[in-house]
T-cell receptor
Framework: LAKTTQPISMDSYEGQEVNITCSHN???????ITWYQQFPSQGPRFIIQ???TKVTNEVASLFIPADRKSSTLSLPRVSLSDTAVYYC??????????FGSGTRLQVQP | EPEVTQTPSHQVTQMGQEVILRCVPI?????FYWYRQILGQKVEFLVS????????KSEIFDDQFSVERPDGSNFTLKIRSTKLEDSAMYFC????????????FGSGTQLSVL
């Protein structure tokens, strides 16, 4: 199983861009990289997923270098409501999809 | 958007009692999971289930735990004899190969063992 490493916490201000990097050195060929957001007392919520290169959706971008040993979640212009824990998961659905410790993002006004 | 539904939202039980946590996954999903989260800690994988059998399970998922898909729509987690340390939020999730590794999570059942 690919183990993931993320910063424990990050601080930002409203309107700034936030980049959270996840290391996954032993990612397997079939593994996808998926990011989730979790608010207190709620289930994790899908943000974005990618396999390689760059993916963008309405809420975030995901940058994956060619070696796929890391990935960076980019949140443009964060607001107070983006304060949450962000997890990257690496794996495929037929195996256990294991959460790492996550990154606690605190957005200040 | 379709949802994963979990019941009950809160469950209080006495140590040693059996509990069953219930989940209704999204209807066309084929992969099912249980996770738990102790207050203030990370989300921990318990078990994955596919094709009516367990695919993988963690060390936490010992003989006290079992899962079942009794009727093609529900997915249950049973804890046979609860311990104080089983107190946690339990999340059910489901997914399909059509969505790759995107999992849809329920809102959880908060289990309190007294």
């Amino acid at each position: 199983l690919a183990k993931t490493t993320q910063p424990i916490s990050m601080d930002s201000y409203e309107g700034q861009e936030v980049n959270i990097t996840c290391s996954h050195n032993n990612i397997a060929t079939n593994d996808y990289i998926t990011w989730y957001q979790q608010f207190p007392s709620q289930g994790p919520r899908f943000i974005i997923q990618g396999y390689k290169t760059k993916v963008t959706n309405e809420v975030a971008s995901l940058f994956i270098p060619a070696d796929r040993k890391s990935s960076t979640l980019s949140l443009p212009r964060v607001s107070l409501s983006d304060t949450a824990v962000y997890y990257c998961l690496v794996g495929d659905m037929r195996r256990a999809l294991t959460f790492g410790s996550g990154t606690r993002l605190q957005v200040q006004p | 958007e379709p949802e994963v539904t979990q019941t009950p939202s809160h469950q209080v039980t006495q140590m040693g009692q059996e509990v069953i946590l219930r989940c209704v996954p999204i209807s066309n999903h084929l992969y099912f999971y249980w996770y738990r989260q102790i207050l203030g800690q990370k989300v921990e994988f318990l078990v994955s289930f596919y094709n009516n059998e367990i695919s993988e399970k963690s060390e936490i998922f010992d003989d006290q735990f079992s899962v079942e898909r009794p009727d093609g729509s529900n997915f249950t987690l049973k804890i046979r004899s609860t311990k104080l340390e089983d107190s946690a939020m339990y999340f059910c999730a489901s997914g399909s190969q059509a969505t790759n590794e995107k999992l849809f999570f329920g809102s959880g059942t908060q289990l309190s063992v007294l």
